[in-house]
Each structure stands twice: as C-alpha cells, then as structure tokens.
C-alpha cells in the first residue's frame, strides 16, 4: 500500500490537517471477545488484511493527533488568564495525568492553535 500523500500546504507553509478515516465502531457484543478487533480476523486475504489493518493504525494514529491538540486548547482554555475560574498549570496536570512541565507545554501548544485558528 503506497504511503498516504502529504497534506496540501495552507498558509504560512504549515500542513493542512485532513479529517482521518472514520472509525466504525463495534457492537458491545463484538468487543467482549478479545480476538475481535474491528472485524480484521475474519479477513483470510493477507494483502487485505494488510490494508485495512493499515487504513486503521492510520485511523487511530490521526485520531490520537487530534484528540491531542483538543486536549491542548482546552487546556491553554483553562489557562487562561483572563478566566475567573483560571487553573493553575498544577492543577491541569492532575486533571489530565501528566507531569507539571508537559502541562506547560500543552498549555503552549493549544495557545498557539488558537492563535492560528483565528481569522486575520
């Protein structure tokens, strides 16, 4: 399977981000047997087997990507200083499991989307 093309360039040189493959979910009954995992054990076929196990860790993979930058912007959110109910970066690391500093830069990160979302 060729590697997916890059994304188009917006600008200011940066990657447009492009929406992931959806994720189809399974059925609670599905999931209470650990050897089913989206329906890949069923495919005989190994180049299909291949793709579709690839379309999926491609799937999650830009999933986790994005579900990481709503992590940073609300966490740049709650710390802001402008809020009355302003967190302290101590308290959004505990909120979301991670060390004190890497708080920091998650509060960072999410500022500068934020600042690359709004409209010039």
């Known amino acids: 399977m060729p590697e997916p093309d890059p994304a188009p360039e917006r600008r200011g040189g940066e990657p447009r981000r492009r929406r992931p493959a959806p994720l189809l979910f399974e059925p609670p009954d599905a999931t209470a047997d ?6 890949l054990e069923s495919i005989e076929d190994p180049r299909e087997l291949l793709g579709r196990a690839t379309e999926l860790a491609l799937a999650f993979r830009a999933a986790a990507d994005r579900a990481m930058e709503f992590q940073a912007v609300a966490a740049a959110q709650l710390a802001d200083p402008g809020r009355f109910d ?17 708080a920091r830069k998650m509060i960072e990160f999410g500022r500068e989307l934020m600042r690359d979302r709004t409209p010039e």
Do not use: G, Q, S
């Not at 650990?34 to 329906?39: L, N, Y």
């Open 86 to 102: 302003r967190l302290p970066d101590e308290a959004i690391a505990e909120r979301a499991e991670w060390t004190a500093d890497y």
């Open 34 to 39: 650990p050897e089913h995992f989206f329906d």
